[in-house]
């Protein structure tokens, strides 16, 4: 709902000249209104065709608008596919500063199919999502530092009733942040500690 996207745009330091991308955008609502906002640019990608095609009737309706009066808004792009094998998402998700990802509903095996592409986001991206990818305030330890979601710090954010559609009371959502730098730092203590262990043993 409008006022959930209000609250990412301010949380994530959406602007313009930013690129959000939308894994799931529907009827692209959610991507109409950012860009709107704040002049952003925006990607989204749909799997069913019947809101695909809903998307882009929007799209044009909001620019034919736009011109009318004299409003700003942003480059916006939808495409029909698959968010996993369409080749214009591993183009775009690369340059992406947000990526919103609606997962309240997804299989596992979708979550699980996602989280390898994450490695392509650049420093400081951050993914929105209604279920986590990796846990709030983890610990990098080194049972899990070579998980593909360690690259993340993970904060935990509730939202109110009537700020989303599919429910009548509030709930938790999630921001990723990128943050490469300090697990390369974790990493590095936890491979320096390793040899020496290695080094120890063989005295």
Not at 80 to 100: C, F, Y
Not at 181 to 197: D, L, M, N, Q
């Amino acid at each position: 709902m409008p006022s959930f996207i209000t609250n990412d745009i301010a949380q994530t330091g959406l602007r313009t000249g930013s690129l959000l991308v939308d894994l799931g955008s529907g009827v692209g609502n959610v991507l109409v209104q950012a860009s709107l906002s704040t002049g952003c640019s925006a990607f989204g990608v749909e799997v069913m065709a019947g809101p695909a095609a809903l998307a882009e009737s929007q799209l044009q309706q909001i620019c034919t608008r736009c011109r009318m009066w004299e409003l700003r808004i942003g480059d916006i792009e939808f495409v029909e596919g698959d968010m996993l094998s369409n080749s214009r998402v591993d183009e775009v998700l690369p340059k992406a500063d947000i990526v919103l990802v609606n997962n309240t509903v997804f299989q596992e095996s979708l979550n699980a199919a996602l989280r390898p592409k994450f490695l392509d986001l650049k420093e400081g991206a951050v993914v929105v999502s209604l279920q986590p990818f990796g846990q709030p305030n983890a610990r990098v330890i080194e049972c899990n530092i070579d998980d593909i979601c360690a690259i993340f710090d993970v904060e935990e954010q509730s939202y109110r009733s009537g700020d989303v559609s599919w429910g009548s009371g509030g709930g938790s959502y999630y921001l990723h942040r990128v943050d490469r730098v300090g697990y390369a730092t974790i990493r590095e203590r936890f491979e320096h500690s390793r040899a020496r262990s290695v080094r120890a043993g063989r005295r």
